[in-house]
């Protein structure tokens, strides 16, 4: 197998799915009617709800949901082999993740770009509401904490790093000022481009100046600085810091995937790993348990997220200008996180087994596996670097891409320059989902405790957009500092899929009140299905084998606790909502639009 007909037929699947399956959830399921004002006209405060260009929009979302998962997630999973990854990404996105994220911003919109936990309120009533509401704030701060983990470490006593990503937001601001003031996106966006890209190369030549030293920081000073950042992200107008910065962050990783794709068709490098390797019944190296349903946990993001309805129902039901504007935005998007994915996965795989397990192994877990490393002595000298038992999987995508991008003549002698640039990019690519997801953090917050003080409810009231902003970032930043986050960061594979089951479970009886055919609720119905089942039995699977199992080393009481009590309130608001949707077919209103559209 070799990695240009992978991403050649990954693309064509990905494009026919846009064209037709995306075309029909718009003009069947969702019916758009763009003569409807949407909730950022209907609202606009020039702060939260603000009209914004589709493809601004689309930058922010994308850069907001693309985060570590569509990176990290299957490097981890090539453990498996190529294929179940491969097959789990598109089956996922477009039968899973495209639907989830269309319908959930389609019934955020609905109700005037409220959270999803207001939403569920709404619809399934208050139980299901507040358990919603709960699980979102319980995954969104972990999720903070974690993604903001990832980057210290890219950034830890790494002054290039910092200067390149830290640039960003002075660009961003400018860029969103000018925009403003001349609403002319193209010269903006030119300059904002220019800038951001004068920043990336100029960071090796500020190393060993005083501005270098200044810019050499630990973890413990950086888990401060990241929460102040997120807090502002989140407190300012949405024009000013978040948007335009997440646009432009949104060029530098869509071109570094344009160019590993065009790495891909110039050297064409074969797929090393097997279809399918020996861990598929379990046992692996980098995750214990079986390829189903670890293959659809390890993979969220590039296939289905729940991370992806915090924005949703977030940030950009709040800032699109037309309703078509969601195909291109949440169908969309999705799909191109798809193909970052697959991308990654050609980036792993490309590497011989053996040095990829040398990577992600321990050097003690390593020995056991009789395995003899080929390119990785090698590659750890061009880019100066011990690369053996760096875990996690950032490393691999590095040294994947760094791989292939020095495969070209040209770039031969530039091993050290392309993989410290990507671990860069990985900061940046992360980063822009920590302010959009602090953004959205605050929202939940307001949401959520403005049912016992109403004025926090008040998106445009500055006091409570304060106070909530500084709340979400210390929740978060708090567990960032102390580090108490690894404890439970084992946590998020089931959880994030869990509020994906809840995003499509809302989205699917939104459907069900608006189509004009009940069989259409399928398209959300046949991929909830699958994945509550999924993660219900992974969370079964870890709480038995790992959690509770004082041989293994993973072994945690208070993982267990909240694993089962994760599990519940999906159960929960799945019988609420089956109590809804009995109550909504048997409806005689229902049958009698059943009648009319037969």
Excluded at 138 to 156: K, R
Excluded at 224 to 243: N, T
Excluded at 385 to 404: C, K, P, Q, S
Excluded at 481 to 510: E, H
Aim: hydrophobic letters at 55%; charged letters at 10%.
């Amino acid at each position: 197998m070799n990695a240009v007909s992978i991403v050649i037929g990954s693309i064509c699947i990905l494009m026919i799915a846009y064209r037709l399956y995306g075309t029909f959830m718009a003009a069947k399921v969702m019916k758009l009617n763009d003569a409807t004002p949407t909730p950022a006209h209907e609202l606009n405060d020039g702060k939260d709800y603000v009209p914004t260009n589709k493809w601004v929009t689309f930058g922010h979302h994308f850069a907001a949901i693309a985060a570590a998962g569509p990176l990290v997630g299957p490097i981890l999973a090539a453990q498996f082999g190529y294929l179940p990854g491969l097959l789990w990404l598109l089956i996922g996105a477009v039968l899973g993740g495209a639907v989830h994220d269309v319908v959930v911003l389609f019934a955020s919109m609905r109700k005037k770009g409220k959270s999803l936990s207001e939403v569920a309120k709404d619809e399934l009533g208050p139980v299901a509401g507040f358990c919603t509401g709960l699980a979102m704030l319980f995954i969104i701060t972990i999720t903070m904490a974690g993604l903001s983990m990832v980057v210290l470490h890219a950034l830890e006593n790494n002054p290039w790093g910092t200067f390149a990503v830290g640039i960003t937001i002075p660009i961003a601001m400018g860029v969103g000022i000018v925009y403003k003031k001349t609403g002319n996106l193209k010269v903006t966006s030119t300059i904002g481009f220019i800038l951001l890209m004068a920043g990336v190369f100029m960071g090796p030549q500020i190393q060993e100046t005083a501005l270098g030293d200044w810019l050499t920081l630990d973890t413990k000073v950086l888990a401060i600085i990241l929460p102040i950042y997120a807090f502002f992200a989140a407190a300012l107008p949405v024009w000013l810091l978040l948007a335009p910065r997440d646009y432009l962050s949104s060029f530098m990783k869509i071109g570094v995937f344009i160019a590993l794709i065009i790495g891909v068709f110039i050297i064409n490098p074969s797929i090393e790993f097997p279809a399918f390797t020996k861990f598929i019944d379990g046992g692996g190296p980098i995750l214990a348990g079986p390829v189903w349903p670890f293959i659809s946990i390890t993979i969220a993001c590039g296939a289905i997220s729940g991370f992806h309805a915090f924005v949703g129902s977030g940030t950009t039901p709040k800032m699109l200008d037309k309703w078509s504007d969601i195909k291109v935005v949440g169908f969309g998007g999705m799909l191109v996180e798809c193909l970052v994915a697959i991308m990654a996965l050609i980036a792993a795989t490309a590497l011989h087994p053996a040095d990829y397990f040398a990577i992600n192994s321990t050097p003690e877990v390593f020995k056991t596996l009789g395995m003899d490393v080929v390119n990785l002595p090698e590659l750890s000298r061009e880019i100066g670097l011990d690369l053996e038992g760096r875990t996690g999987g950032a490393v691999t995508l590095a040294v994947g891409m760094t791989y292939i991008f020095t495969g070209i003549p040209w770039f031969a002698k530039l091993s050290a320059y392309f993989f410290q640039f990507v671990v860069m990019f990985e900061a940046v690519f992360i980063l822009t989902a920590i302010d959009a997801g602090t953004r959205v953090s605050r929202y939940l917050i307001q949401d959520f405790f403005g049912e016992f003080y109403k004025p926090l409810k008040k998106t445009d009231w500055l006091p409570g957009s304060i106070i909530a902003s500084a709340l979400a970032c210390f929740m978060w930043g708090y567990l960032l500092y102390s580090g108490d986050i690894g404890s439970i960061w084992a946590l998020f594979g089931v959880s994030n899929q869990m509020m994906a089951s809840i995003g499509l479970i809302i989205g699917g009886t939104v459907i069900l009140k608006v189509a004009d055919k009940r069989r259409y609720m399928l398209t959300c119905l046949v991929p909830l299905a699958y994945l509550f089942v999924t993660v219900n039995y992974a969370g079964y699977w870890m709480v038995k084998n790992v959690y509770l199992n004082p041989d293994n080393p993973g072994y945690n009481m208070l993982n267990a606790v909240l694993s089962v009590i994760m599990l519940i309130l999906g159960v929960i608001i799945m019988v609420a909502a089956i109590k809804k949707w009995l109550e909504m077919w048997n409806s005689p209103s229902r049958q009698l639009e059943d009648a009319r559209s037969a």
